[in-house]
């Protein structure tokens, strides 16, 4: 993908997205969503547009994690979701699950079923969802393999690659099918501009290993049971000798 036509699309005035202008925050968001796809992606453009769509409906444009309703910490957080099922503290360390991160994770069971792709304990530390990389890691993984959809289905079941797209129940890939028109949108500004851009660049195949070099061989040395030390020596000389063949 060319990074520069990708940003410059963004910016056209009728993008569908962001306007005539980017902040340097959501650039550096937009940057490490398109990194961490390049680790745990499939590699699709499809996929890439919704996580982006996912994550511009969800953090208001922002791009990169936030928490629930933008709370600037998380006391302002917990008053916020207090009257929400999931607004109460849950677990053996009494936090509060709300919405984090690019995706807006939520409930006590979410955050541990991701702690294996954050590489971290969610549970225990939650607000690790605020970490860019890991908070991509998680969204990715889980549009991918449909773990907050109770059919169990990725977001390719809804958005084949070869095959039209069904943007209302893709959104339950993410959050039932809660404003699936407004998000489809964003997908289509985001598709457009990443297929602009040249697309996700296919995964390259490792570069082909060098060549190794030919084992040294050593012939035999006759040895006449006269002078077999001086065959010996000869013998072990020829080790540090031979030249490769």
Do not use: C
Request: positive net charge.
């Amino acid at each position: 993908m060319d990074r520069a036509k990708f940003f410059a699309a963004l910016r056209r005035r009728a993008s569908g997205v962001f306007g005539t202008s980017l902040t340097q925050g959501q650039v550096d968001g937009i940057n490490g969503i398109l990194d961490v796809f390049a680790t745990h992606g499939d590699g699709r453009d499809k996929t890439l547009a919704y996580a982006l769509a996912t994550t511009y409906h969800e953090t208001g444009a922002r791009m990169v994690p936030v928490r629930e309703g933008f709370a600037k910490d998380d006391a302002s957080a917990r008053r916020i979701v207090a009257k929400r099922e999931y607004g109460k503290p849950a677990g053996r360390y009494g936090h509060v699950y709300y919405g984090r991160g690019q995706v807006q994770l939520t409930w006590l069971k979410n955050y541990d079923t991701s702690s294996a792709d954050a590489s971290y304990d969610l549970v225990a530390y939650p607000d690790k969802m605020l970490d860019p990389v890991i908070s991509a890691r998680v969204m990715i993984k889980g549009l991918l393999d449909g773990r907050w959809n109770a059919a169990g289905k990725g977001i390719a079941t809804y958005l084949p690659t070869n095959g039209p797209d069904d943007l209302k129940n893709a959104r339950r890939a993410v959050n039932v099918i809660d404003k699936w028109e407004l998000i489809g949108g964003y997908y289509t500004a985001f598709l457009s501009a990443i297929k602009e851009a040249g697309g996700v660049p296919a995964a390259t195949k490792p570069a082909t290993a060098p060549a190794q070099p030919k084992p040294i061989t050593i012939e035999p040395q006759p040895v006449s049971d006269g002078n077999w030390l001086s065959a010996l020596l000869k013998a072990i000389a020829a080790i540090f000798t031979k030249k490769e063949t």
